[in-house]
């Protein structure tokens, strides 16, 4: 069974970059998740899918699944381009754009 460590990416619904700094070990789904007949809730016999293991930095990671014998595989985070942007711009002289209001 393999693990992923990964560093989660901001999601669309925060503007703070809260709970991006750290490192999660994940492991992979071993069995297919089923459809309960009766309510149609999907579940799982593998419990090892619901654990999230949060550490500061990358090493810290791989130096656990090293030491508990967990194949593992590391997604490197891509680097987030900032783009300046003004409220001021809207209103400039010169605009690329139509002004609707």
């Given amino acids: 069974m393999a693990a ?5 990416a901001k999601t669309a619904m925060q503007s703070g970059q ?23 809730w999907t579940s799982s016999a593998d419990t090892r899918a619901q654990i999230q293991l949060a550490f500061d930095t990358q090493e ?15 997604e ?3 680097a987030r381009k900032a783009i300046r942007k003004s409220y001021a711009d809207n209103f400039k002289f010169g605009r690329i754009g139509t002004w609707t209001h």
């Fill in 4 to 8: 992923r460590i990964y560093r989660p």
């Fill in 76 to 78: 490197t985070p891509k």
């Fill in 18 to 40: 809260a709970r991006t700094k750290e490192w999660l070990l994940e492991h992979e789904a071993s069995a297919a998740r089923t459809i309960d007949p009766l309510m149609g």
């Fill in 60 to 74: 810290e990671a791989v130096a656990y699944a090293e030491r508990m014998g967990i194949a593992y595989r590391i």
